[in-house]
């Protein structure tokens, strides 16, 4: 019995995860009708306007091949929304920098105002939020463990 409750509970994990992932379409619509940007191409803005990164590490981060995080930013820099160089201290690495333009794009988008996910977060309890919040992170922090052991292996290999 105790295996089909942990099946069940895999199953309605996985189940919510797809269920959450379906809310995000609606955001990915409206940043495409304000930017003319995917959600990949505002991650990597919101990482470059942290710091900038070499296409590597984002690349990485995202789990992003080679030749498609060379797509995205050849796309991005054609817009003048990021700026790529070589590093100065390893000139095998290139390394990628939020423009002006791009820094004035990211900061107008209206990432989830009048979005029904910013309405209902609104409404809830903030304890919900911070229980839900708590378990979200610690979902996403699982997942990153695991992508951190694949590469890992895959890198050995």
């Keep these: 019995m105790a295996a089909t409750n942990r ?18 379409e609606a955001l990915q619509t409206q940043i495409w009708h304000a930017a003319e940007l995917t ?4 991650r990597v ?6 710091q900038p990164q ?15 995080m060379t797509r995205l930013v050849d796309r991005l820099e054609e817009r003048g929304l990021i700026h790529r160089q070589r590093d100065a201290d390893d000139r095998r690495k290139v390394v990628a920098t939020l423009t002006d333009e791009g820094r ?3 900061s ?5 105002d009048g979005t029904a996910i910013r309405v209902a977060v609104e409404r809830m309890k903030p304890a919900d939020r911070e229980r839900i919040a ?24």
Aim: charge should be negative; charged fraction near 20%.
């Design 7 to 24: 099946d069940d509970s895999q199953a309605a994990l996985l189940r919510a995860y797809l269920d959450a992932v379906t809310l995000s």
């Design 39 to 42: 959600l990949v191409q505002v």
């Design 45 to 50: 803005m919101r990482r470059l306007a942290k």
């Design 54 to 68: 070499s296409l590597g590490q984002i690349g990485t981060e995202l789990a992003l091949a080679p030749p498609s």
């Design 104 to 106: 004035q794009l990211l």
């Design 108 to 112: 107008a988008i209206p990432f989830l």
């Design 134 to 157: 708590a378990a979200l992170r610690e979902f996403n922090a699982a997942v990153r463990q695991v992508e951190d052991e694949l590469l890992l292996v895959a890198v050995e290999a």
